[in-house]
C-alpha cells in the first residue's frame, strides 16, 4: 500500500514536470471533462475490476478536491492520473498510468478470475481476522472432501422415514460385512460429519446406530421404502413398540 | 520514591565496580545511537542456500502456522483419524542470528501478511532492515550452524515430511478463574455421605502448626488457560504443498485462527535421511496449483487384523 501511494507521489511528480509546458489556466477548464472521461475510461476498462477500483478511489478520495474551481495544479493533476492513458495525453505519464493499474492489481489480487483459480485460498494481502480466514479454510477443505467422497462412491439421498439397507464393514470383527435394515429416525447434515440413526428391532428389542453418511465402510446404502414422515426427528418411534411390523 | 533512589544506588554501585573493564570494552559497547555498521567483517558470512547432509544432531528450523480448526478423516484402514489442519502462511525466513554477530545461532521466522500502516515504527524499521516483506508473525527458532538458510528464504509445507513427528506449541484456550478439579484434576470430595457444600473444593492445603503456612505452588483455584504449551509428537498425516497446508492427527493447543509453531519432534526424532535439509528447496520452474497432496504412508499390514 505504501508503494502504491509512492507510485502516486511519483506520477504526481511527473506531471508536474510534464504541465509546466502545458498552460495551467488550460488543465483547469478541462478538469471536468477529464474527470468524466476517466469514469468512462474505468467502464470501459472494467475487465480489470480493480482497475476500475483504483479509478473510483481516487476520484473518491480527491472529488472535493477537483470539485472546487480554484483548485491548485496538483490535485487536478491527480484528477487526471487515470484519463491520461485514453487521451494519449504525454508519454511518460502514459507510462505511469501503465504501471498504475498492474499494481493495484497485484496489491489486491481480488479479481474474480483470480479467485476461481486459487479458489482455496484466500485473498493475498487482504487483511482479515485470522479466525475468519481458517474457519473458511476448514469449509472449503470440508466441501473439497465431500466431493471426493461423492465422486468416489454413489451415495442415495437419505432422509428420515426412508427405510433403508446398509451393508457395514466391521474392521474391529475381521473385516465382517453385516446388513443392516432399519428406518432413518435422525439426520445430522455437517458437511463430512454427516450421520444419520438407523432404528431396528433385533431379537424384538430395538437397536438405535449411528453411522457417518460418507464413512468408506459403509459398502452400500439401499432405499427400500419412503415412509411419509412430518417431522426432522423421528424419536417417537422409541416409544411405539414395533416400528417395523411391515417389514 | 525510596524504590527508586535505591535502584538507582545499586546502579550506581554496580557501574561504579564495573567501571574498568567496561572502558577496556572499547568503545563499541557506547555507540548506541548510529545507524552505520560498526565493522563490514561481521556480516561477511555467506549461507548458501542448498541442500545438505543432515547429521543426527543437527537441527532444523520450525516454523510458523495458523490454526485452522479440526475434522476427522478415514485412513486408507476404514480408521477414523482425528484431524487439525494447520496453514503455513507465506513463511520466510526474516532475520538470521549468528554466533559473531548475536553469540548463537538462530533463524528468525515470519508468518503471513501485513500492511505497513498496521506495524509499528519500530518493526517496519526491523523489515526494512532485513529486506523482507511485512510479517504477521515473527518467532525465533534456535538451528544448528549447518541448518542456517539466508534471509527471504520461503518454507514450504514440504519442509515437513508426511509421517514425521513434530512438535506443536501454541498459547492455550483461556478457560478463566477454574477451581481445583478442572485446573489440577483434582477429586473434589463425595457427592453424598454427609458432604456439605464442599463437593468441588480442594480439601487441605497443609499441615498443622509444624509448617503453619501453606507452601509456596501449592495447587488451587485460579486463573487457567491462555499459557504457552507444547504437544509432543503429533503424527503429520498428509501435507498439500499447493496451499501449505499440513493435516496433523490430534489436537494441538490454542483457539481456531491461533498461531502455533512447529518444529521436529524432540523425543520420536524424525529419521534424517528422509528430511529436507535445511529446508526444502522448490524447483524454479514448478506450477504451485499442479502439486499433489502427499499422505502418509500407513503401511502394508492391517492394523484391524494384525490386532487378533
Not at chain 2, 201 to 225: E, L
Request: aromatic share 8%.
Amino acid at each position: 500500500m505504501q508503494s502504491l501511494y509512492g507510485k502516486f507521489r511519483l506520477v504526481t511528480k511527473q506531471t508536474i514536470n510534464s504541465l509546466k509546458n502545458v498552460e495551467l489556466s488550460k488543465v483547469a477548464s478541462t478538469e471536468s471533462r477529464y474527470l468524466g472521461c476517466s469514469i468512462n475510461r474505468c467502464s470501459g476498462f472494467n475487465s480489470d475490476r480493480a482497475c476500475a477500483s483504483a479509478a473510483f478511489l481516487l476520484n473518491k478520495e480527491f472529488g472535493t478536491k477537483v470539485v472546487s474551481p480554484a483548485s491548485s495544479a496538483s490535485c487536478s493533476i491527480v484528477s487526471m492520473v487515470p484519463s491520461y492513458k485514453g487521451l494519449s495525453f504525454g508519454n511518460q505519464s502514459a507510462s505511469a498510468s501503465f504501471n498504475l493499474p498492474t499494481r493495484k492489481f497485484s496489491t489486491s489480487g481480488s479479481t474474480p478470475e483470480n479467485v476461481s483459480a486459487a479458489s482455496e485460498l484466500p485473498p493475498r494481502i487482504k487483511f482479515k481476522r485470522l479466525d475468519k480466514t481458517a474457519r473458511h479454510i476448514m469449509q472449503i477443505i470440508d466441501k473439497e472432501a465431500v466431493e471426493e467422497v461423492k465422486s468416489n462412491r454413489e451415495i442415495p439421498e437419505i432422509k428420515p422415514g426412508y427405510i433403508i439397507q446398509l451393508k457395514v464393514v466391521v474392521p474391529e470383527n475381521k473385516r465382517r460385512v453385516s446388513v443392516i435394515k432399519g428406518i432413518v429416525i435422525a439426520m445430522r447434515n455437517a458437511g463430512l460429519n454427516t450421520t444419520f440413526r438407523i432404528r431396528r428391532l433385533v431379537g424384538g428389542v430395538g437397536i438405535e446406530n449411528l453411522f457417518p453418511l460418507y464413512s468408506p465402510n459403509i459398502k452400500e446404502i439401499t432405499v427400500l421404502d419412503k415412509k411419509r414422515v412430518r417431522r426432522a426427528k423421528l424419536y417417537y418411534l422409541r416409544d411405539k413398540m414395533n416400528p417395523l411390523r411391515k417389514h | 520514591m525510596a524504590a527508586a533512589s535505591r535502584g538507582l544506588v545499586s546502579r550506581l554501585r554496580h557501574l561504579l565496580s564495573a567501571a574498568p573493564p567496561l572502558r577496556s570494552l572499547s568503545f563499541a559497547q557506547l555507540r548506541s545511537f548510529t545507524a552505520e555498521p560498526e565493522f563490514e567483517t561481521t556480516t561477511s558470512r555467506i549461507i548458501d542456500p542448498k541442500p545438505g547432509v543432515m547429521a543426527p544432531d543437527s537441527r532444523r528450523t520450525g516454523t510458523i502456522a495458523v490454526k485452522c480448526g479440526m475434522t476427522a478423516l478415514w485412513d486408507k484402514w476404514g480408521a477414523r483419524v482425528p484431524i487439525t489442519i494447520l496453514w503455513m502462511d507465506d513463511n520466510i525466513v526474516s532475520q538470521v542470528k549468528l554466533p559473531e554477530s548475536e553469540g548463537f545461532c538462530a533463524l528468525q521466522i515470519g508468518c503471513g501478511q501485513k500492511k505497513e500502516k498496521h506495524l509499528r515504527k519500530p518493526e517496519v524499521g526491523h523489515f526494512r532492515a532485513q529486506g523482507v516483506p511485512m510479517k504477521r508473525k515473527l518467532r525465533e527458532f534456535p538451528v544448528t550452524e549447518d541448518a542456517l538458510l539466508p534471509v527471504g528464504t520461503t518454507l514450504d509445507v514440504r519442509h515437513f515430511v508426511p509421517g514425521q513427528y513434530v512438535d506443536v506449541t501454541g498459547i492455550t484456550k483461556g478457560k478463566g478463574f477454574q477451581g481445583g478439579m478442572k485446573r489440577w484434576g483434582f477429586k473434589g470430595m463425595p457427592a453424598s455421605h454427609g458432604a456439605s457444600l464442599s463437593h468441588r473444593s480442594i480439601g487441605s492445603t497443609g499441615q498443622r502448626d509444624a509448617p503453619g503456612k501453606v507452601f509456596k505452588g501449592k495447587k488451587m483455584p485460579g486463573h487457567m488457560g491462555v499459557e504457552q504449551r507444547t504437544v509432543k509428537n503429533v503424527w503429520i498425516y498428509k501435507i498439500d504443498p499447493a496451499r501449505n497446508l499440513l493435516w496433523v492427527r490430534g489436537q494441538v493447543p490454542g483457539a481456531t485462527g491461533n498461531f502455533v509453531f512447529i518444529k521436529d519432534a524432540v523425543y520420536k526424532k524424525p529419521d534424517v535421511t528422509l528430511l529436507p535439509f535445511p529446508t526444502y528447496f522448490a524447483p524454479e520452474d514448478e506450477d504451485p496449483s499442479q502439486l499433489e497432496p502427499i499422505v502418509a504412508d500407513h503401511g502394508d499390514i492391517d492394523p484391524f487384523m494384525a490386532a487378533d
